[in-house]
């Protein structure tokens, strides 16, 4: 048992190649990694060849733990920074296990501390030892917060002065000795809607085949993309949503969303004033992802099961009114999905029943990640 608590803390090492060339792309060999998901997985990380302002490619370790990042680490920060760019005001993702414990976006009265604490106590238990992703430079106010409880990662765009200095100080925060800091630079350059240039994803099978596919990015770039629900019934014609969200629950819903576009489907969340409140995540069925998060919100919240005025995302339709039912008995006054289901009429009329606002995206963002 020690030698295999041991591995966390080594690097296991793999004979990657210093480059490789993957359809016509050239990539050159950054850093072999402390591990890859689990301690026995070696794992190597690079770059394209000849890369400049990347991202990604041009990240920065300013600084690490005792044995450097893992391929789990690489990867929450990537999917932290691919919710946080959707946000100009300043936006926190903290992640764990590439999924958002809890996301959100400062308020107009608002800082990045906030937007930090507002993220982490989202679902603190899950927080714990997570990633946290920011896209505005980290703050000393923000980093002294940080260091309150036990993170594995920050990532940001740049540090302020003195933020680095708060996250070294090892002699006031003996719990984050092993903190790594990470600067993102230039994350507005990231793809975020379909058609901005965006390189393909590729997925290697147990035999070596490739699998390449185009990245999961969104068409919803404002509530004028958004569609009021409306469908045909077989036998009595249209059926239409009859209230549409206010201004706060379109912000809302729009958060939601952007947030949803880095959940592992089946996905849905639960969002009020920038918030998320509660993320469902990777349930075989879409009433048991809706279950899923109000049943955590209901731990968040002690027992107090009112989440009136929070909107929901859904990653993908509704087939049936059940999750429906269950957000109204929540709550929950505004859903954003992509419609599609043949027994649309029967979500639509549900809603109506409920009062709940509805709009639809005519698109899916499965994430299988």
């Known amino acids: 048992m020690a030698d295999y608590r041991a591995k966390y803390f080594s690097r296991t090492e793999g004979e990657f190649p210093e480059e490789v060339k993957i359809l016509g792309a050239e990539y050159t060999k950054v850093e072999d990694l402390r591990y890859g998901t689990n301690p026995h997985q070696a794992a190597a990380y690079y770059r394209p060849k000849g890369s400049t302002g990347l991202p990604f490619a041009d990240m920065e370790i300013l600084k690490t733990g005792k044995s450097g990042l893992s391929e789990t680490n690489l990867s929450d920060i990537h999917h932290g920074i691919s919710i946080v760019k959707y946000f100009v005001s300043p936006a926190c993702a903290v992640m764990k296990h590439m999924n958002p414990s809890g996301a959100a976006v400062a308020q107009p009265d608002e800082s990045q501390l906030d937007a930090y604490i507002h993220a982490r106590d989202a679902d603190a238990r899950a927080a714990f030892g997570g990633t946290v992703c920011f896209n505005t430079p980290l703050d000393v106010s923000t980093a002294e917060e940080i260091m309150q409880t036990v993170v594995e990662v920050v990532a940001a765009p740049d540090f302020e002065e003195g933020a680095l200095e708060v996250l070294s100080n090892y002699d006031r925060y003996k719990k984050n000795r092993e903190i790594r800091a990470i600067q993102v630079p230039n994350i507005a350059s990231l793809p975020k809607f379909v058609g901005d240039p965006a390189a393909p994803t590729i997925k290697v099978l147990g035999d070596g085949s490739l699998i390449v596919a185009e990245p999961l990015l969104t068409k919803i770039r404002s509530d004028a993309d958004l569609i009021p629900a409306v469908t045909e019934h077989p036998k009595h014609g249209k059926v239409e949503i009859k209230r549409v969200p206010t201004e706060k629950e379109f912000d809302d ?41 109000i049943d955590k919100a209901k731990r968040k919240f002690a027992g107090d099961t009112d989440l009136k005025g929070a909107s929901l995302s859904s990653d993908g339709f509704f087939p049936m009114r059940d999750s429906i039912d269950l957000c109204a008995a929540a709550g929950i006054t505004a859903i954003i999905q992509p419609g599609g289901s043949i027994r649309d009429w029967e979500v639509i009329e549900a809603a109506n029943e409920h009062g709940i606002a509805m709009v639809f995206t005519d698109e899916r963002i499965f994430s299988h990640h």
């Open 253 to 293: 819903l729009l958060f939601a969303w952007y947030v949803n576009l880095n959940v592992r489907s089946n996905g849905v969340v639960i969002a009020r004033d920038g918030v998320t409140l509660a993320v469902g995540t990777g349930e075989q069925d879409r009433v048991g992802a809706v279950e899923q998060a």
